[in-house]
């Protein structure tokens, strides 16, 4: 894989109910891409996110997964996240290293209680964000009736970019609102075609609420808008992108990632209006305590270690973030919270359940390293030069507390060292010997 410089990079998380769709749309990302050459299906148990066994037993996920896709000199990098809120720990840390969210809605089912869930999320990282509707081609779909659902919940700022062509079984394009431009399905392609004359007015309607939702963000742009002027298809993407980046306006897409159809264009509006790792800063805190901001423009390495893994072939992986300096193979990093220098062997890049050999992880991006002896989940990796410590992901406390016991005299031990790598790969899941019962 090429290496991409920071402004060239995406995080996207995807967040939403179980059953929305994420793994599929992830699966059809990259197939769309050609980071795979067969589109994997859950049912089937084939996909590159759903890798555990158990994920492809219940056909659900179970661990966030990460997987690059290439599309059009970027790399965004994809966080499937679980939809169910037992495996919620992994969604939290996922939207701390990405830089953006995309809630995927099913087109059938509308908002969900896993949707209201996730939308909580994104606002507590305080992520740009847009809505994917999945499923449009599904029987029961209704476009117009999810959006109205998705505004009731969330607000007017999600706007839709774009229109579906029919809906359900009679599904068949979409139009493109910036673009102003139709695309309708073309075998396994699309191709481009006239707006349906009986669709021009909800497609005009639907134009100028979006201009409008995007003029927010620009003084400029919005004077223009409201002389009348005529604005030109960059000038509205730009503002759209702009909105997204600060909040003003939630872009709602369509498509269906089963028939892949829509997925490029989802891809394309990552590219052009989702930010990039050089638009965020984060704060952390040096030696002395002091509160310090963290760019990517920085020289001085700083990594978050997000999710700790134990892998069959390599052992003990360690997935982090580099929020800025650059991470090398066969370096050192110093452990801010252990006091202890780190030697790094060979890094990855994580693609499913595959690990990539690189020699560097640059500013912005997402890697891992294996066999780290005193670094666990939520560590800062950092230059000795200049010792920051990034906030820690703040994971949710447990509710539920059970006694275990072995069947077997002696098993204890076995059993704690199960439970004690449950617990440094989960950090919601938490172990302790109670003094009073000795359990």
């Not at 990282?125 to 509707?133: C, E, H, T």
């Not at 399905?185 to 995007?214: L, N, T």
């Given at each position: 894989m090429?290496?991409?410089?920071t402004?060239?990079?995406?995080?996207?998380?995807l967040v939403?109910?179980?059953?929305?769709?994420?793994?599929?749309?992830?699966?059809?990302?990259?197939?769309?891409?050609?980071?795979?050459?067969?589109?994997?299906?859950?049912?089937?148990?084939t996909?590159?996110?759903?890798?555990?066994?158990?994920?492809?037993?219940?056909?659900?996920?179970?661990?966030t997964?990460?997987?690059?896709a290439?599309?059009k000199n970027?790399?965004?990098?994809?966080?499937?996240?679980?939809?169910?809120?037992?495996?919620?720990g992994?969604?939290?840390?996922?939207l701390?290293?990405?830089?953006?969210?995309l809630?995927?809605?099913?087109?059938?089912?509308?908002?969900?209680?896993?949707?209201?869930?996730?939308?909580?999320?994104?606002?507590?990282a305080?992520?740009?964000?847009?809505?994917?509707?999945?499923?449009?081609?599904?029987?029961?779909?209704?476009?117009?009736?999810?959006?109205?659902?998705?505004?009731?919940?969330?607000g007017?700022?999600?706007?839709?970019?774009?229109?579906?062509?029919?809906?359900?079984?009679s599904?068949?394009?979409?139009?493109?609102l910036?673009?102003?431009?139709?695309?309708?399905?073309?075998?396994?392609?699309?191709?481009?075609?006239?707006?349906?004359?009986?669709?021009?007015?909800?497609?005009?309607?639907?134009?100028?609420?979006m201009?409008?939702?995007?003029?927010?963000?620009?003084?400029?742009?919005?004077?223009?808008?409201?002389?009348?002027?005529?604005?030109?298809?960059?000038?509205?993407?730009?503002?759209?992108?702009?909105?997204?980046?600060?909040?003003?306006?939630?872009?709602?897409?369509?498509?269906?990632?089963?028939?892949?159809?829509?997925?490029?264009?989802?891809?394309?509006?990552?590219?052009?209006?989702m930010?990039?790792?050089?638009?965020r800063t984060?704060t952390?805190?040096?030696?002395?305590g002091?509160?310090?901001?963290?760019?990517?423009?920085?020289?001085?390495?700083?990594?978050?270690?997000?999710?700790?893994?134990?892998?069959?072939?390599?052992?003990?992986?360690?997935?982090?973030?580099?929020?800025?300096?650059?991470?090398?193979?066969?370096?050192?990093?110093?452990?801010?919270?252990?006091?202890?220098?780190?030697?790094?062997?060979?890094?990855?890049?994580?693609?499913?359940?595959?690990?990539?050999?690189?020699?560097?992880?640059?500013?912005?991006?997402?890697?891992?390293v294996?066999?780290?002896?005193?670094?666990?989940?939520?560590?800062?990796?950092?230059?000795?030069?200049?010792?920051?410590?990034?906030?820690?992901?703040?994971?949710?406390?447990?509710?539920?507390?059970?006694?275990?016991?072995?069947?077997?005299?002696?098993?204890?031990?076995?059993?704690?060292?199960g439970?004690?790598r449950?617990?440094?790969?989960?950090?919601?899941?938490?172990v302790?010997?109670?003094?009073?019962?000795?359990?």
């Amino acid at each position: 894989m090429k290496e991409y410089g920071t402004e060239f990079l995406r995080n996207v998380a995807l967040v939403g109910h179980g059953g929305a769709g994420k793994t599929s749309l992830a699966e059809a990302m990259l197939f769309v891409a050609k980071g795979v050459n067969r589109l994997g299906r859950v049912d089937d148990g084939t996909t590159v996110m759903d890798f555990d066994p158990e994920e492809t037993r219940r056909q659900i996920t179970i661990n966030t997964a990460l997987a690059p896709a290439e599309w059009k000199n970027h790399k965004i990098n994809i966080l499937d996240t679980p939809g169910y809120f037992d495996f919620v720990g992994d969604v939290v840390a996922a939207l701390t290293v990405a830089d953006s969210g995309l809630l995927v809605v099913c087109a059938s089912s509308g908002v969900e209680v896993g949707t209201e869930k996730g939308w909580q999320y994104l606002e507590a990282a305080d992520l740009p964000r847009a809505v994917f509707m999945n499923k449009v081609d599904r029987e029961n779909a209704s476009f117009s009736r999810v959006v109205a659902e998705l505004r009731d919940h969330f607000g007017p700022k999600l706007v839709p970019v774009q229109l579906p062509i029919g809906e359900a079984e009679s599904f068949s394009g979409i139009v493109d609102l910036v673009k102003m431009k139709a695309f309708i399905k073309d075998g396994d392609s699309f191709k481009e075609a006239p707006i349906p004359a009986e669709m021009q007015g909800d497609v005009e309607a639907a134009r100028e609420e979006m201009i409008e939702a995007a003029s927010v963000a620009d003084d400029e742009f919005m004077m223009k808008y409201l002389e009348g002027e005529t604005l030109t298809d960059k000038e509205i993407e730009q503002a759209v992108g702009l909105g997204t980046k600060n909040g003003e306006m939630v872009p709602i897409l369509c498509g269906s990632a089963q028939s892949t159809f829509g997925v490029s264009f989802l891809m394309d509006h990552i590219n052009q209006s989702m930010p990039s790792p050089a638009d965020r800063t984060i704060t952390g805190t040096d030696a002395t305590g002091a509160e310090v901001t963290i760019s990517t423009g920085d020289d001085k390495l700083s990594a978050l270690v997000y999710k700790t893994m134990a892998d069959p072939y390599v052992g003990k992986l360690t997935l982090f973030r580099v929020f800025s300096g650059t991470m090398r193979s066969d370096g050192s990093a110093y452990n801010v919270r252990s006091g202890r220098d780190e030697r790094i062997g060979q890094l990855f890049l994580i693609k499913g359940k595959d690990q990539v050999g690189v020699s560097k992880i640059g500013p912005g991006d997402l890697g891992a390293v294996a066999k780290l002896q005193d670094t666990t989940t939520n560590d800062t990796l950092s230059s000795k030069e200049r010792k920051v410590s990034i906030k820690p992901v703040d994971f949710p406390k447990p509710t539920m507390t059970m006694a275990i016991q072995p069947k077997t005299k002696g098993d204890e031990d076995k059993i704690g060292s199960g439970l004690s790598r449950l617990s440094e790969e989960d950090p919601t899941f938490t172990v302790e010997k109670s003094i009073h019962t000795g359990q």
